[in-house]
């Protein structure tokens, strides 16, 4: 769930949303800043109503829309809330709150999805893309949100009145997105109104014209909706199953099949296989590694960032 709103002390709703989850039992991640709140919530029945009644009675946060979906346990380990200084990062100036793209229903997204003047845009990941798309969709090759405004602007600049469909998994980085596109006098911008999550679960469109899984950002890492469009590594049988690599300092992101990891464990390569950090079968670390893994990424991390500056860069569940 997400809602841009203005938010005038994050900081206040940080500490109500964190009392609210610790009485209630909730586990995941949210976000809020200036400009909003953005969550993923797993819980009890109980206790996932209870917080959505409470935030619909919150002088601020009402109106907020939940993607609510079944799942067997807590979809996340722990819970975290974070003020951050946007609620999905762009990077630029874009304000949701004022305009955004045109929403469309699932069914009228279908419709322009077979419009052949129309370009239809994957702004996700690119590991999100290569597990599931809707048929026909560009994925810009840029690394992260945050590089889509100069690719944009350098692919389409001179051709504003080119009709753009934007898509993502719940809606949040196309409202993000087309912000920036009507700043930048695009004429035709248009949005899947709830992502591929609310397009997957519509009882007129039952995911038509998706094929593959939706990356999920918690334990159940996809959600099927059509027939497969990747393969395990290892075999090459169709499969959207994401593992990580059994070693800790490898840790790809990768398809591989039940059969093959029963066969041939998590290990990506032979060189993996047979490395000293090896993470257990179900994918958490064995104790005495968590905290050296986490030093690893943050030392990763800064190295990132000082190269960055040499070369001028920069159960349920809602």
């Known amino acids: 769930y997400y809602k841009f709103v203005r938010i005038a002390d994050p900081e206040t709703i940080q500490a109500e949303q964190m009392s609210w989850c610790e009485e209630l039992g ?52 722990r819970l975290s809330i974070k003020v951050r200084a946007e609620i999905v990062t762009l990077g630029i100036p874009a304000d949701p709150i004022t305009r955004t793209g045109i929403e469309l229903e699932p069914r009228e997204f279908r419709a322009r999805l077979e419009d052949p003047e129309v370009i239809v845009l994957d702004i996700r990941n690119d590991y999100e893309y290569e597990m599931g798309r809707f048929r026909g969709a560009v994925r810009p090759p840029v690394t992260s949100f945050k590089e889509f405004p100069d690719w944009l602007r350098n692919e389409f600049g001179d051709s504003k009145e080119r009709p753009l469909l934007t898509y ?16 930048e006098g695009f004429q035709k911008v248009y949005q899947l109104n709830g992502g591929i999550v609310t397009y997957a679960k519509d009882r007129e469109v039952q995911g038509d014209l998706f094929d593959g899984d939706c990356f999920m950002f918690d334990d159940r890492l996809s959600v099927h909706i059509g027939p497969p469009v990747s393969n395990c590594e290892k075999c090459s049988r169709p499969s959207s199953r994401y593992v990580n690599c059994s070693n800790v300092d ?6 591989l099949c039940e059969e093959c990891e029963r066969d041939r464990g998590l290990a990506c390569k032979e060189e993996c296989e047979h490395a000293q950090r090896q993470r257990e079968r179900n994918a958490r670390l064995e104790p005495g590694m968590r905290s050296e893994s986490h030093r690893a990424r943050q030392r990763r991390h800064r190295a990132k960032r000082r190269l960055e500056a040499q070369i001028g860069g920069g159960s349920r569940t809602l």
């Not at 949210?30 to 002088?59: D, F, K, W």
């Not at 946060?61 to 609510?68: A, C, P």
């Not at 993502?168 to 997105?177: A, N, P, V, W």
């Not at 490898?250 to 398809?255: A, I, K, S, V």
């Open 168 to 183: 993502c998994t719940g809606g949040i980085r196309c409202e993000k997105l087309t912000a920036f596109l009507l700043d």
């Open 26 to 77: 909730l586990k995941g991640r949210i976000i809020i800043a200036h400009e909003g709140i953005n969550g993923t919530l797993s819980g009890t029945v109980e206790g996932t109503e209870e917080y959505c009644q409470r935030m619909q009675a919150h002088p601020v946060l009402q109106g907020t829309e939940f993607k609510v979906d079944e799942y067997n346990g807590h979809a996340f380990k």
């Open 250 to 255: 490898c840790n790809r992101l990768y398809f």
